[in-house]
Each structure stands twice: as C-alpha cells, then as structure tokens.
C-alpha cells in the first residue's frame, strides 16, 4: 500500500471523517484485513478563516514539505477551500496533490453532468481556483448562487458547519437553494466538506456530488492501487 499523507484540521469534523472512511474501505478492500499507514498533518483553523493568501500559500507549503519529507508519496487536503494553495505549492514540491476537483470531474463526466451548482463558504464559491480547475479540466458549466444565498452559505460553514454544528436551519438553506436551481443544473456541489455530513440523510431530485465522498474515495484508490 502507498503512504498517503493528510493536511487536515480545517475543519477537524471533516478531517474525522476522511481518516476514518479511509481507513475502513482501504481495510474492506484488502485481502489481508490491514488498515493502510496514514501521515496525518493537521493545521489550524484560523488561518484559513483570516483569508490571507500569503499565509495560507506558505502554511500549506510547509505542511506538505513536512509530508514529503517523512515518506507520504502523495498528499490530500481534507478540506474543499484550502484547494486555492495547491498551484503554489506543488511547483516546490516532488510529489502530488491527489485534487478534489478531479475527484468532482471525474464523477461528473462519468455520470454526464454537463451543469454544476457550486455551495460552500464564500471564497470557495466565489474565488477561480475549483470553478476553473473543472471548467478547464473537465468542460463543465459551474454557476453559483446569488449574493444574498452566498452570504447565507458562508455564515453556516464558518459559523456552524466547521464548528461541529448541524442545524435544521442550514440543512432546509441548502435544500431549498438545491430546489430553486433545479431546472438550470444537472447536480450540485457540496463543495464544503462538513455539508455532506449535514445532508447525510436527505434526497433530492438534484443529484448531489459529495465532495467528501468522492473524495475520500480518490485517496482509497490511490492507497490501494
């Protein structure tokens, strides 16, 4: 099995849950019943939420040097918006960032999803760095929502969802926003990695693309194969 190594911490909740799932369908898939060896580095919270992007590029830049050197042989950032460093950081680093954004594309393409709907915290909405990558990389249509539902969604990351709080609130937010673009999009983005923990248990005509899921399961394949 290869040595995957982790940035986590942004937030914990989510980090929780890609060390766990990793470690129990890299266990179901192996023959021999073995978890696989993780090197897990995690940061803390505030530096993303300041939303300085010197210090996001440099603190991202030093987690993955400290992977590298103690042997991971690729690295996964457990978190959709810290995604905006991995251009800087990976022309200074030898190994690769498995990229949530094709871990998205890929499930997209396979299932013919032509038009996204992107959710999750204001700079991850906002910002170019996963709109672009898909677009570029995989030809898909990536709109977003309005100011005042961008606005919305920001308070329930920053405020609840990466803090552990999974509200009746936020969850009838994102199911009703899902339902007012339902005619334009061909699925929608859970691009916060603690919203497919919230919606867990829903079902939508909108099929979802659970960044987490899809994710976790790159890192999987990665480990294994």
């Known amino acids: 099995m290869k040595l995957l190594g982790l940035i986590g911490g942004t937030s914990y909740h989510s980090t929780l849950e890609y060390y766990k799932a990793i470690n129990a369908k890299v266990i179901e898939r192996n023959e021999t019943n073995s978890n696989p060896e993780l090197l897990l580095y995690s940061i803390?919270?505030?530096?993303?939420?300041?939303?300085?992007?010197d210090e996001i590029n440099?603190?991202?830049l030093n987690a993955a040097k400290k992977l590298q050197q103690a042997g991971a042989e690729a690295i996964i950032i457990c978190a959709n918006t810290p995604?905006?460093?991995?251009?800087?950081?990976?022309?200074?680093?030898?190994?690769p960032f498995l990229h949530i954004g094709d871990s998205i594309g890929e499930e997209a393409v396979k299932r013919n999803y032509k038009t996204l709907l992107l959710?999750?915290?204001?700079?991850?909405?906002t910002k170019d760095f996963?709109?672009?990558?898909?677009?570029?990389?995989?030809?898909?249509?990536?709109?977003?929502?309005?100011e005042k539902a961008i606005e919305k969604?920001?308070?329930f990351v920053s405020k609840e969802l990466t803090k552990g709080k999974f509200s009746n609130e936020a969850k009838e937010f994102y199911k009703v926003l899902i339902e007012k673009h339902k005619d334009k999009?061909?699925?929608?983005i859970l691009g916060c990695t603690e919203l497919p923990i919230l919606l867990k248990d829903e079902t939508s005509h909108t099929p979802?693309?659970?960044?987490?899921?899809?994710?976790?399961?790159?890192?999987?394949?990665?480990i294994v194969d």
């Open 208 to 222: 979802f693309l659970k960044t987490t899921d899809l994710h976790i399961q790159t890192a999987v394949d990665f």
């Open 44 to 53: 803390n919270m505030d530096v993303m939420r300041r939303q300085n992007t």
């Open 83 to 95: 995604h905006m460093a991995v251009e800087f950081v990976q022309s200074q680093i030898e190994i």
């Open 185 to 188: 999009i061909d699925a929608a």
């Open 58 to 60: 440099s603190t991202y």
């Open 153 to 155: 969604s920001h308070y």
């Open 119 to 125: 959710l999750g915290n204001r700079p991850t909405i």
């Open 130 to 146: 996963l709109k672009n990558y898909l677009t570029e990389n995989y030809d898909l249509e990536v709109i977003i929502p309005e």
